[in-house]
C-alpha cells in the first residue's frame, strides 16, 4: 500500500490491484482463521478483520473493523500476562470489554486506538491459549451502571 498526491495505491506481486482515496480489504470469513499480517512495521501476529486504508495528506490511515470477541483477544493477553489466574483473565477480559464497548462512537473513522491511549491491541496468535479462554469464558459480558456502560480503568 502505498500513498501520493491524495491516491492509495496496493500493489501485489509487482501488480496494482486497486486505487482510489480509501481501499477496503475484506475477509472471507470471520473468526480467526484469517486475516492480515503487516511487514512494515513487521507485526506477525494476526489482525482478524477488514482492513481501511485511507489516503491522509501524504499518509495512508489504516484502520481494522473487526469483532469485539476477536478484538479482545488481541487486548487482553497485552495488557495483562497470559500467566495470570483465569479468574483475574476473565475480570481483565469484562474490563477491557466494557472499555471498548464504551468508547464506541457514531461518528469518527475508528473508535479505540491499538496503543495505552485506549488498549493495547496487537492482533491474535492462538498461544494466549489462558487469555482466549479467559475472553470465551465471558463472552458478551460488560460492567453497567446507571443502564450505560461503566467506566472501567485498569
Do not use: H, W
Amino acid at each position: 500500500m502505498s500513498a501520493s498526491s491524495g491516491v492509495l495505491t496496493l500493489t501485489s506481486g509487482g501488480k496494482t490491484l486497486a486505487t482510489g482515496t480509501t481501499i477496503s480489504v475484506n475477509r472471507t470469513s470471520g473468526g480467526t482463521s484469517c486475516g492480515v499480517r503487516f511487514t512494515s512495521p513487521s507485526l506477525g501476529n494476526l489482525f482478524c478483520g477488514d482492513v481501511i486504508f485511507t489516503a491522509s495528506g501524504g499518509a495512508v490511515q489504516t484502520v481494522l473493523r473487526i469483532y469485539i470477541e476477536t478484538y479482545l483477544y488481541g487486548v487482553v493477553p497485552y495488557e495483562m500476562s497470559n500467566s495470570f489466574p483465569i479468574e483475574a483473565l476473565k475480570a481483565q477480559a469484562v474490563s477491557a470489554r466494557t472499555y471498548a464497548m464504551r468508547a464506541k462512537r457514531s461518528g469518527g473513522s475508528y473508535d479505540v486506538t491499538d496503543s495505552t491511549t485506549s488498549q493495547v491491541f496487537r492482533g491474535y496468535t492462538s498461544s494466549y491459549a489462558n487469555a482466549i479462554r479467559a475472553v470465551d469464558e465471558t463472552k458478551g459480558v460488560c460492567l453497567m451502571s446507571g443502564g450505560s456502560y461503566a467506566q472501567c480503568y485498569y
